[in-house]
Structures are given as structure tokens and as C-alpha cells.
């Protein structure tokens, strides 16, 4: 069966500092990868998107970067954080079947 | 482009009262709808999906939704509500793209009153 992995669970960083969050699926080929943010009590935005490896779109300009280096690992990166980048992070996956299948998502703070 | 809303950011309703979440849906072609719920400090399960096959979807514990094409509605509904079901209940739609891209509205709270 198919899973999602998505770490690390929570993450406190200072402002300005780099940031790596990863997302691997196992269990499938080719997927859909997106990542999504979650501000507190708002909704999801949908950060970027990919349909293949080093095949990404950004749908939000910001400090903020992803990349695809293997099939199934999607990671997002920034080279300075700021206290605006807090919130949920989410990654997700889909075959086109449909509907996505969500990590765990990721707790950032920047302080 | 497509959109959805959702009246009401917050719903409070009795435990065994009916569950009552309104999503409307803006979409340009036939639309793909989803009900995702999450737990605190989680990520979002699906509940269900309406993809153009039967208008009543049943998901799972106890939910359905009635796809409305007339009034572009795409409400969530269960007869009986338990304590369990206090969440956050996402709408979502998307179309028929290479991408797949879900368009989330903002959100309804759901808080059961024992």
C-alpha cells in the first residue's frame, strides 16, 4: 500500500535561518507532489506543485523554494527564514485518482 | 479558475443532532468536489468525492454530500452527531488537468455539545 512520510513533525527555527522540510511516498510511481501551507486559522495555500522530477511550479511568490530529486521526495527549502513562513506544512500526493492523500504535516515556528 | 466557500467558520451542534456543513462551489467546467476532515495537529483524511458519478456520496464515519449542479452546492451531512466528529472540515474542488490542482475553501470548526 502506499504511505507518505513527511518530517520533521515540529520545527522551531530563528528568523533567517535555512530550512529543509521532506517528503517521501512509498508505494507508487510517478506521483503528484504538492505542498501546501496551513496559517493558523486560515486555509490551506498551495505553495508548489510537481507532475515529474525537476518539473515544479510555484504558485505563490516568496522566500520559499522546492525540489524533486527522486520520484517520489519532494522537499521545500528556504535560505532565510522570516516569522511570516510559520505555520503547517502539509505534503501531499495524488495519482490523478482524484483526491489527495496528506503527510502528517510539519509544525514550523520561526521566532 | 475555481472556487469554493464555506458559510460558516464555525458550526456547534448537539450530540445526536443532524451535522450540517455548507460548501459552494465557482467552477468554469464540471467540477471535482472533496470533503477532507482534520484532527488537531494532523494533516487532512478524506472523507469523500464527488467525481461526476452519482450526486448523493456517502463517505466515512457516517458522513455523506449531495452534489447540487442548480444551486452549486456541495453540502456535508450526518444524522447524528458524536463527539468524535469535533474537527475541521475542508471543501475542496479541482477539474480534470494534468496537475490535479485542489482549490481549498477556508474552513469550518465543528464543536460538539454533549
Known amino acids: 500500500s502506499q504511505t507518505i512520510h513527511q518530517w520533521p513533525a515540529t520545527l522551531v527555527q530563528p528568523v533567517g535561518s535555512p530550512l529543509s522540510l521532506e517528503c517521501t511516498v512509498e508505494?507508487?510511481?510517478?506521483?503528484?507532489l504538492y505542498w501546501y501551507r496551513q496559517a493558523a486559522g486560515r486555509g490551506l495555500q498551495l505553495l508548489f506543485y510537481s507532475i515529474g522530477i525537476d518539473q515544479i511550479s510555484s504558485e505563490v511568490p516568496q522566500n520559499l523554494s522546492a525540489s524533486r530529486p527522486q520520484d517520489r521526495q519532494f522537499i521545500l527549502s528556504s535560505k532565510k527564514l522570516l516569522l511570516s513562513d510559520s505555520g503547517f506544512y502539509l505534503c501531499?500526493?495524488?495519482?490523478?485518482?482524484?483526491?489527495?492523500?496528506f503527510g502528517s504535516g510539519t509544525r514550523l515556528t520561526v521566532v | 479558475a475555481q472556487s469554493v466557500t464555506q458559510l460558516g467558520s464555525h458550526v456547534s451542534v448537539s450530540e445526536g443532532a443532524l451535522v450540517l456543513l455548507r460548501c459552494n462551489y465557482s467552477?468554469?467546467?464540471?467540477?471535482?468536489l472533496f470533503w477532507y476532515v482534520q484532527y488537531p495537529n494532523q494533516g487532512l483524511q478524506l472523507l469523500l468525492k464527488?467525481?461526476?458519478?452519482?450526486?448523493l456520496v456517502k463517505g466515512i464515519n457516517g458522513f455523506e454530500a449531495e452534489f447540487k449542479k442548480s444551486e452549486t452546492s456541495f453540502h456535508l451531512t450526518k444524522p447524528s452527531a458524536h463527539m468524535s466528529d469535533a474537527a475541521e472540515y475542508f471543501c475542496a474542488v479541482s477539474v480534470r488537468s494534468g496537475n490535479e490542482k485542489l482549490t481549498f475553501g477556508t474552513g469550518t470548526r465543528l464543536t460538539i455539545i454533549p
Open positions: 467552477s468554469s467546467v464540471p467540477p471535482y
Open positions: 464527488y467525481t461526476s458519478a452519482a450526486t
Open positions: 508505494g507508487t510511481s510517478n506521483p503528484n
Open positions: 501531499a500526493w495524488t495519482l490523478g485518482g482524484f483526491g489527495y492523500t
